[in-house]
C-alpha cells in the first residue's frame, strides 16, 4: 500500500511542477507584422459659425442645452455633435485637389477633458483608389498623435483593417482645422 500512496503521490507532485512550471515560462513575444499597404493623407474640415456657409464643410448638429448650432459650447465643448464632408488631400494645402472626402461625425464626449469620438469613412472615387476606409475610435485631442481602429471598408479597400494615426497639423480657432491621417493598414484584400 506504501508504494501505491508514494506513486500517486509523485503523480501528483509531477502534475503540480508540470502546471506550474508551464505558467511560469517566458512570455511569447509576437512578431511585429508589417502593414499591407499605407496611405498618408490630410482632411480639412471648416466648421460652419453663422457667417461662412459657402465654405463650411462642417455643421454643429447637436448641442447641450445651454449651448447653440453655430458656437461650440464651453472649453471642452461637451455634448456638441458636429457632422462633416471633408475634402481629403495629398499634401495640407486646403485647395489642392481632393482625392476623396472625409464623411462622419465627431462627438465630445468629455466634460472635463478636451476629446472627441469620432466615426467617419475616407470614401474615394478615384482612377486611384475606389471605395471607402471605415474608422471609429476615441481622439484624445490634446495628445500630439492619436491612434484610431480602421474598422473596414469597400471597393479596394474590401474588408479591411488596420490603424490610423491621427495628428493635428493646423488649426484656426475653433473654425478650421487640418489633420494629417497615416493610415497603416494590417488585412488588406
Not at 1 to 12: H, V
Not at 35 to 47: G, N
Request: glycine letters at 8%; hydrophobic letters at 40%; a positive charge.
Amino acid at each position: 500500500m506504501a508504494g501505491k500512496a508514494r506513486s500517486s503521490l509523485l503523480s501528483a507532485l509531477f502534475l503540480v511542477l508540470l502546471f506550474f512550471g508551464s505558467s511560469a515560462s517566458p512570455p511569447r513575444t509576437l512578431r511585429a507584422r508589417r502593414p499591407c499597404k499605407r496611405l498618408l493623407f490630410y482632411f480639412h474640415d471648416i466648421l460652419y459659425n453663422g457667417h461662412n456657409s459657402k465654405n463650411a464643410t462642417s455643421a454643429i448638429v447637436g448641442s447641450p442645452a445651454w449651448g447653440n448650432l453655430t458656437k461650440l459650447a464651453g472649453q471642452s465643448h461637451f455634448g456638441n455633435v458636429v457632422v462633416f464632408d471633408d475634402p481629403i488631400t495629398m499634401d495640407n494645402n486646403l485647395h489642392s485637389t481632393p482625392v476623396g472626402r472625409a464623411q462622419g461625425f465627431y462627438i465630445y464626449d468629455k466634460k472635463d477633458i478636451f476629446t472627441a469620438w469620432l466615426g467617419f469613412s475616407f470614401v474615394f472615387n478615384s482612377t486611384e483608389h475606389n471605395g471607402s476606409i471605415n474608422f471609429a475610435g476615441a481622439d484624445p485631442l490634446m495628445n500630439k498623435t492619436r491612434d484610431i481602429s480602421v474598422v473596414g471598408g469597400t471597393g479596394d479597400f474590401f474588408m479591411t483593417r488596420g490603424v490610423a494615426t491621427l495628428s493635428t497639423d493646423a488649426f484656426e480657432g475653433e473654425v478650421y482645422f487640418r489633420l494629417f491621417v497615416d493610415i497603416k493598414l494590417y488585412e488588406c484584400w
